[in-house]
């Protein structure tokens, strides 16, 4: 492709904004359209970003030649509808974690996007955080020596928007929301080997009067290959967004803190406008983050996304990534339900992770 790739947005609020700033970094790309059925929301998001088209209506802006590629960041029960609509209209497409709610519909997105010939890319941005990206390479030079146990966290106070608590819209609570981002990284970082087996011990502890979803969870993963994985994922956990990974190998140990470790260690008397991601009062101490989504590896992550459809390459994340996470997460929900370890490959006909944990026959 000889020209810039021409982006639309799908999604106006928390993720979008996101997605916006990482593509105004990335010159090879070029955000053409803004698409939200909420009457309102895209004109306003088109004009505070300067995008040229806004849509309430996603077939229109699907029409549109100069989109090549389209980024999903809409609630969780309409990533397959729409991944759908978007193969159907030949563009690529970058759907948000969790890549969907079921195995049936992860096997549609794949097929569709397939029979297409477009690209269907998994976003998860935990592959091109910089301080992960070098973490990895620690375990990939042999520094660490031979893997033993990984581990990865993802804490902060809850969701900002109902569709999250709402485990008919979101599959389920914590343990999907963000163990999906703890399973792809530990896939990542172990070079893909496959899963053997899936225990999980998940509760709602806080917010029962909000969501019948999980607010806590600990999900231990065994890969073929020996190593051990561990995630720890919260909703209840106060003081601002907390993102963190450990390697123990057999020769060494690296400890990688993503937010509050490259922080600016603040305290104030009154309090500050913005610290970081759901952090709550700052009156005290807080931990201020700068380049909070570079620090995230968003703008990598679009920018080598938008290579793969500029230059025809295969992504680092793909569709089939985020069918292997959503068995991890089915088999998670399992283990919970069951108090037993589950082993892989786990095939579950159920219509949300959840059913697996409290809706079970
Ligand atoms: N990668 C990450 O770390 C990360 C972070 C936050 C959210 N997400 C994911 O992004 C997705 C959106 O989350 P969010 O936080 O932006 O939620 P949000 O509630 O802030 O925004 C959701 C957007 O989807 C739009 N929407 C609703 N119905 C739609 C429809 N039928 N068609 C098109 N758009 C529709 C809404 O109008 C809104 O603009 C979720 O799947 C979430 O898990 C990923």
Sequence with gaps: MDKKVGIGLIGSQFIASIHVDSFKKIKDAEVVAVMSPTPGNAKKFAETHQIPNHFTKLDDMLAMDKIDMVVLGAPNFLHCEITLKVAKAGKHIVVEKPFCLNMKEADLMIDACKEAGVKLMY?????????????KSLLDEGALGK??????????????APHFWDVERSGGGVSMDMGCHAFQFFRWLNGNNPVKSVYAQMSTTVHNHKTKGDDNGIIILEFENGVTAMAEESWTKLGGMDDRAEIHGAEGVAYADLLQGNSIQ????????YAVEKAGNTIGWSYTMFEENWNYGFPQEMEHFV?????????????????????IIFAAYESAGTGK??????????AKPYDLWKNRD
Excluded at 123 to 135: D, I, M, N, Q, S
Excluded at 341 to 350: I, T
């Design 341 to 350: 370890k589950v082993e892989l490959p786990f095939r579950s006909d159920a």
């Design 307 to 327: 290579d793969c459809v500029k230059n025809d390459k295969e992504p680092l994340v793909t569709g089939e990534d985020g069918r292997a996470v959503m068995e």
């Design 266 to 273: 603040t305290y104030s008397n009154k309090g500050i406008g």
């Design 123 to 135: 976003g998860e941005e935990l592959c091109f955080a910089p301080k992960y990206v070098r973490l």
């Design 147 to 160: 893997p033993i146990l990984l581990k990865q966290s993802e804490k902060h106070d809850g969701p900002h």
